[in-house]
């Protein structure tokens, strides 16, 4: 069981930066592959980058390439989004998710997830 909690969001005006922290409660961080989705109001969750346990493969909703970057650091049990030139359609509340069996865009392929961090980008 791994408990995760968001930070970081807020209310930023379009082309500007935003950086999300989660903070995950485990001792065996490393074996966790770590996601962000996000979810605007009346859609569904949807994927937006995800990184593999070592941090050294990571993979992107096409509409945040170029503009968005995960990282992780293990030693602080911990991921990261950074958002910059962020566009009004990036509103939603951000939710990072853990597991350890199969890396995946789904939400099914994730069984842990954190409360979210709401992100308001006014234009």
């Known amino acids: 069981q791994v408990q995760l909690v968001e930070s970081g969001g807020g209310l930023v005006q379009a082309g500007g930066s935003l950086r999300l922290s989660c903070a995950a409660s485990t001792l065996a961080f490393s074996l966790y592959a770590m996601a962000w989705f996000r979810q605007a109001p009346r859609k569904e969750r949807e994927f937006v980058a995800r990184?593999?346990?070592?941090?050294?493969?990571?993979s992107y909703e096409d509409s945040v390439k170029g503009r968005f970057t995960i990282s992780r650091d293990n030693a602080k049990n911990s991921i990261y989004l950074q958002m910059n030139n962020l566009k009004p359609e990036d509103t939603a509340v951000y939710y990072c998710?853990?597991?350890?069996?199969?890396?995946?865009?789904?939400?099914?392929?994730?069984?842990?997830w954190g409360q979210g961090t709401q992100v308001t980008v006014s234009s």
């Open positions: 990184i593999s346990r070592s941090g050294g493969i990571t």
């Open positions: 998710a853990a597991t350890l069996t199969v890396v995946s865009r789904d939400t099914s392929g994730y069984p842990y």
